[in-house]
């Protein structure tokens, strides 16, 4: 089979120069040269995440996600051994709440995960629902300590004859106050707002928003002006040879959706690429153009650091880990092999766990010795 060949490497563009530590070059011509490595490592960077994010995808999905169903599984069949264990085995007290703890608390997000035939036995051995007094008192236990929180957090004074008993009239009432805030929040905006507009603009506002609005026009012209030289170049419809019409249509997409995007580099590159401007070109833009270059390229260089974070965020919501657990595609294979191993080693452990409870009650007494719960509070055991 013959080798694909690779794609070809975007045109570099730099602004040359004879020294080797780039003095000859202007403030804005390193700046310019600074953005236009900066936006290639990132385009990289973007790139290679995305494929490396396709791939761990895949393999989630193929490798990963069968062995979370036979970690679960063996989990189940741990759960209905301890129930058999609870009515069959001869347990002290003490290895009796370590079960319950292990079944109620470490397993019973498997009601969620498919296993509805477990619900009867967690029925069975839960404990007795509260009384409508204790229940009461839990509810009031429970607005108390969140009146405290949205007062710390938020600045809301709840009524003292206010009803926030139940849950639902807690969230009605919170409900309330906090469109108060935002109403008068918008209030204090809208008239801050009003007392700015009518305020008369000193001569320096008024030149310094009149120098803005002529820079954003003047890089708009530039991009355009880029753009129209290379449709000019490119425009399939003045060219007879159907083979070069197919590949200029390619290229003027390319050409259309960089000029939508603003992205100057991409233009620059294909002007290079089309002959369209040489080396000298570039080494010979004047200062003020430069500047609204660089203006382009920090652009470019904020959205593609926006592009990257946005994708290490979606692949964070897929598989559960930090952003920030898989700065790198080499990363982020090492740290899935690590979760794979990881899982495979509970699956073998709690297959063989369950195979010695199920046949010598002595093996569950032993590891309920050595189990030990966590302090009071917030705790749970994952098997």
């Not at 979370?68 to 063996?74: G, V």
């Not at 009796?96 to 967690?122: A, W």
């Not at 120098?211 to 012209?221: H, V």
């Not at 946005?310 to 982020?332: A, C, I, K, R, W």
């Amino acid at each position: 089979m013959a080798k694909k060949a690779a794609a070809p490497k975007p045109q570099l563009v730099r602004i040359a120069t004879a020294a080797a530590d780039n003095s000859a070059l202007s403030k804005a011509q390193k700046e310019f040269n600074r953005l236009t490595k900066r936006i290639e490592k990132l385009e990289k960077e973007v790139h290679d995440f995305g494929a490396a994010a396709t791939v761990l995808r895949q393999r989630v999905q193929k490798e990963y996600r069968p062995l979370q169903a036979a970690h679960n599984a063996e989990r189940a069949k741990l759960v209905r051994l301890f129930d058999v264990a609870l009515d069959t085995y001869k347990i002290t007290k003490g290895e009796r709440t370590k079960i319950l703890y292990l079944m109620l608390e470490g397993c019973i997000d498997l009601l969620d995960r498919g296993y509805e035939d477990l619900k009867p036995v967690f029925d069975k051995h839960s404990p007795p629902p509260p009384s409508p007094d204790e229940e009461a008192e839990l509810d009031r236990e429970a607005s108390e300590m969140m009146k405290k929180i949205f007062t710390q957090q938020y600045g809301i004074t709840f009524d003292p004859d206010v009803d926030v008993s139940t849950q639902e009239k807690f969230q009605a009432y919170v409900a309330t106050q906090m469109e108060a805030q935002e109403a008068d929040f918008e209030a204090q905006e809208q008239a801050q707002a009003e007392r700015k507009a009518n305020r008369k603009k000193s001569a320096k506002q008024l030149a310094a928003e009149a120098k803005k609005q002529e820079e954003e026009r003047t890089i708009t012209k530039s991009v355009r002006t880029l753009y129209m030289d290379l449709v000019k170049a490119l425009h399939p419809d003045l060219e007879p040879d159907e083979a070069e019409k197919l590949r200029k249509t390619e290229l003027m997409k390319r050409v259309t959706v960089a000029y939508e995007a603003n992205e100057l580099l991409t233009l620059l590159r294909l002007q290079l690429e089309l002959n369209r401007i040489d080396q000298a070109h570039l080494e010979n833009l004047a200062e003020d153009q430069l500047k609204q270059y660089n203006k382009l390229l920090k652009e470019q260089v904020e959205e593609l650091a926006d592009k990257l974070y946005d994708e290490q965020m979606e692949l964070s919501n897929f598989t559960g880990q930090p952003h920030y657990m898989m700065p790198s595609p080499v990363y982020m294979e090492q740290s899935f092999l690590h979760q794979k191993q990881n899982l495979e080693y509970k699956i073998r452990g709690l297959a063989a766990d369950v195979l010695a409870f199920e046949h010598d009650p002595a093996a569950l007494k032993m590891f309920l010795k050595q189990t030990k719960l966590p302090p009071k509070g917030p705790r749970v055991i994952r098997f």
